[in-house]
């Protein structure tokens, strides 16, 4: 219901919505090895494709790998959203 009411607004960003509904659908190995163990495999493929999907998501990759124990605390809790 709020994604037809954004959409009928054009307020609704479509390529981010398909990303993160489907995730990285490409059969290309990622660029580089994952770099901590609690992060999946396909997370981290999410990650490289996320980075500069959008002009809002660019820099998120280098985020993670700067600040990797904030983002391990972040993911450990509960209820990060």
Known sequence: MVTMIMDGNDELNRIELDFFL???TSLAEVEAKKPYPW???NAW???QK???LQEVWTGFQDNLLK???DWKSWYDLESPE
Do not use: F, V
């Open 67 to 69: 600040n990797g124990q």
């Open 50 to 52: 996320l980075d500069g």
């Open 22 to 24: 489907k995730g990285n």
């Open 39 to 41: 992060l999946g495999d």
């Open 45 to 47: 493929k999410d990650i």
